[in-house]
């Protein structure tokens, strides 16, 4: 048990199970319930709300960790917010070709 707190600042030991929480349990429920394209906006916001987080916080003992965080972070939110844009593209050639 130890090895889940042992990287943080004694103050944010809870960390890893609001991340856990929040990248894996919320983003499956979006995927589950939502539609493509809501799931992934919701995804993207609560991406984006953890990277804000995590820099505002800086929640490890180590600044190399703190780091590497964010730019995973980061990465994960460029990800998704590429996944929208062309989701909602794909969506709006859809609706056209419906249409027509």
Known sequence: ????FNMYDKEYWYWKFLSQFAERGLLVFFI???DDVTA??????????????SCW??????DELDVADKQ???????N???????????????????NK
């Open 40 to 53: 992934l906006r919701y995804s993207f916001v609560l991406l984006l709300v953890m990277f804000v987080l």
């Open 57 to 62: 916080f800086a929640p490890f003992k180590d």
């Open 80 to 98: 998704v917010l590429m996944g929208v844009c062309v989701e909602e593209k794909v969506s709006e050639q859809t609706s056209k070709t419906k």
């Open 72 to 78: 995973t972070r980061f990465t994960n939110v460029v």
């Open 32 to 34: 589950t319930f939502l």
């Open 1 to 4: 048990m130890d090895v889940l």
